[in-house]
């Protein structure tokens, strides 16, 4: 009889011998895509994201207690490529020059706006506004301070005036060493006699030691506002300087145009300032504002931003390129849309991927699936072109969406990242004033997914 | 008395006796021919007790242990008048009125025992039905979260500590199978066994996001997490299983009512289906959770596992079958989830609930309560042939 089961026997013990040395197919593998969340109780935002000089990852953004009283704050995540929290920096800048009686900011709100690698370091540029500061005035002032690789403030500034406002667009460490900050300010410095109703483009040259100022211009057109949100510095240290206008583009484009000048190393003129906006449909009312911007390493510009009608009836928004070379020659302009059918959409950050194409991020705003029909609210946009720009069919199926059914989810900032998968900083709404920073990293095709 | 009266009296008589002779006849018979067994008048024997078997008397044929009896005394009729081809019918006849059928040394000589144990008694299989509860004991092999998973842990099936203004909202994660196997006796207390069984099981996932701030605590400032989100899931999952168990049976004997038994085997297990069954968020506004979302049909769950397990239990002797109770650990071999799908499918977890699985075996321990039928076809044994 045990003959007879000893088939049967061997078997079950085969099986169990196996079981115990079988090896499962999870093993070791490679943590590649994933998203993570970041933040604490009240509101988290994103505003850039960077390569730190470590090669982790910097998340720079703005934090706001849920507490009664709670002020806005200035925040820096550096994470690794797998999204472990490493470091936390919050800055607030009251309390940072609490003890600085020429300034004796009252309660500030705080808006992180550029973080910059520098040898050893970092450069950070923040707006911010005092709630309640008689001395000081209640106008937007701009924060500036290096960091070394901790974080730590090693050198800061304000630019601050009771009667004047200042927003910064932008920072960088010129090769001699110092610090041009761009933006926008209601002042018109010296020699500046056009006629502006309000913000102008300013720039500003300062040392990093001791907050000297080199000079500081203002440019701009007659009857319009204009702004810079980004400054680059060419290779025969001109500075090219993005930003946007309300003047009227170069083949007559109405509503904010964007704007690339070329500016002298002091600041004194500009000897290019070209004006690019968009036309959609003999639609050429649309506000073209510059989301942000990539320098690539042929010293082209490639400026990303959304573009919204004026239509009060039917307003359409889509995200638009351009690549502009550093002389100001226009490469490529193009509105990302591919039908009219497309939903309204806007570009926030643009990366060059792997591939050498291009990679934007922004949102989607009311996004709806195109084939279930199911609607949510806005979702962070994951849209791929050609290194032209363009969106041609080989690169429709990587548009794609990440957010939450219901709040307003927004990708602020895109990184291609040493692997060639993509780096994308969110900020994700969770309603009830609850968002959280958010690092999703996908694949070349906009998926989760290995 | 007159001549009336002898008549009463007669007819009486004559009644009663024919009433007396009819009511005994199978019974008085069966005892006559036994008798007639024991003195060595083994002649008759047989045809006088044959027509007790006829199914048309009803209750005026044999008991159930009187039709032993006759079956037993006709069996050894047969062996002692060597009528072999007989013997051998009547013990088949024996063993299937009577299943397991002991004979007893004092009486039964040993010309039966050989013939017995030519013939194959035992059950051919068994057929147990177990239905019980089970408890989910995930067992996490690698860890993925949308928090610093480095920090803080998920919390399954409620134990664990949460972070600061958190709370566990898990439940306990327990479900229910329902098992049907056939099983077969081999020698030395072993028995093997093929089933099939659904198996509805869950399990509770508390997520937190965090982050850390100092808190005093005996004076000491300490940096502890607070809670900036808590997500709730429950996970449920159906599987049909195919086990295969060995099982070793301590004492193993007819004459014992309790059979304390150990098993291990192992099983293919199918995925039916999977889904969340709640989920909830704190933190932001209220959640709708969309419950019929299927995770089998987003394809993040293994649709094919394998599992082993180890049984301890109890089988109570009713005649010939049983009732069992049994306690099973049950250690799945491979991963529950599709970790290439961990994050691409699953919009509503992972955005919403800020929620993302992790690598786990599905480990489940388990009480059942079962019947256990014996299913018999005593032949004669094909080396007796």
Known sequence: ?????????????????????????????????????????????????????????????????????????????????????????????QSLYAADSSYNFEITDDEAVRIKAIDSGYLLCANFTAKDDKVNGLGSKIFWCELDDNYNIIGKQVISDADYYWEVGDIIKSRDGNIVIVGATNKKEDGDNAIRPEKQRYLTKRSIENDTVFWSKTFGYDDVDD???????????????????????????????????????????????????????????????????????????????????????????????FRIRKGGTLVFKELLISSILDLNSGGMDVTISAQNDLIITGVFY????????????????????????????????????????????????????????????????????????????????GILKR | MGTFEIRLVAAFFLLFSTF???????????????????????????????????????????????????????????????????????????????????????????????????????????????????????????????GNTGIVSKIYNGVGEPPNEASINGGSGTGFFINAMAERYLDWGLEVGLGLEFRNSQYSVDNYITYGDSLQVNEINEIVQFAVLSTMVTHQQSFVRVPLLLRYNFNYDSDNSFVPYIAVGASYDYLLNAKYLEGNRTGGTEYKFDSDLSLKGLDLIAKNNFSVFACLGLKMRVKTHFLTLEAKFNKALLNYINPNNRWSNNPLSTYDLAFVEDDLSLDMLSFSFGYTYSIYNPQKLKEFK
Not at chain 1, 239 to 265: C, P
Not at chain 1, 382 to 403: A, E, I, M, S, W
């Open chain 1, 366 to 445: 009311n996004y709806e699936d195109s084939v279930s029909r199911e609607t949510y609210n806005d979702q962070v946009l994951f849209k791929r072109t050609d290194q032209f720009g363009k969106v041609t069919n080989d690169y429709l199926p990587y548009q794609n969406h990440f957010g939450l059914t219901t709040g307003n989810d927004i990708g602020k900032a895109i990184l291609t990242l040493p692997d060639g998968s993509i780096a994308i900083a969110a900020t994700m709404d969770f309603g009830n004033s609850r968002t959280l920073i958010s690092y999703l990293k996908v694949n070349n095709k």
């Open chain 1, 227 to 321: 702004f810079a949100i980004g400054v680059v510095e060419l290779s025969d240290s001109k500075l090219g300087v993005i930003g946007w206008t309300g003047k009227s583009g170069n083949q007559g484009e109405a509503g904010i145009n964007t704007t690339f000048a070329i500016f002298t190393d002091i600041g004194s003129s500009s000897s290019i300032d070209n004006v690019y906006g968009f036309e959609f449909q003999g639609d050429t009312d649309f506000d073209d504002m510059v989301g942000d911007f990539v320098y690539t390493e042929t010293e082209d510009v490639i400026i990303v931003g959304t573009s919204t009608s004026n239509n009060s009836v039917d307003p359409r928004s889509f995200p638009f390129l």
């Open chain 2, 20 to 146: 007396f002779v009819s009511a005994q006849t199978w019974t008085q018979k069966l005892l006559i021919a036994e008798r007639d067994y024991d003195a060595g008048r083994l002649v008759n024997i047989v045809d006088n007790i044959s027509g007790g078997f006829e199914k048309s008397l009803g209750e005026k044929g044999y008991t159930s242990e009187e039709k032993i009896r006759a079956l037993k005394l006709i069996t050894k009729v047969y062996i002692f008048i060597d009528n072999e081809p007989k013997s051998d019918e009547y013990m088949i006849k024996l063993l299937r009125a009577d299943k397991e059928h002991n004979l007893d040394p004092k009486v039964d000589p040993a010309e039966l025992y050989d013939l017995y144990r030519k013939f194959r008694s035992q059950p051919i299989f068994r057929i147990g039905l177990r239905v019980g509860v089970n408890k989910s004991y995930p067992n996490i092999i690698n860890t993925f979260g949308t």
């Open chain 1, 1 to 93: 009889m045990i003959r007879k089961y000893s088939i049967l026997v061997l078997l079950i013990l085969v099986l169990m011998a196996y079981s115990c040395v079988v090896e499962p197919d999870y093993g070791p593998r490679p943590v590649d895509t994933f998203i993570k969340y970041y933040g604490i109780s009240g509101s988290n935002e994103v505003v850039d994201m960077i390569t730190s000089n470590q090669g982790n990852l910097i998340i720079l953004g703005n934090e706001e207690s849920s507490a009664s009283g709670a002020s806005k704050d200035i925040v820096i995540l550096e994470i690794d490529t797998v999204g472990n929290l490493i470091k936390k920096k919050t800055f607030d800048v």
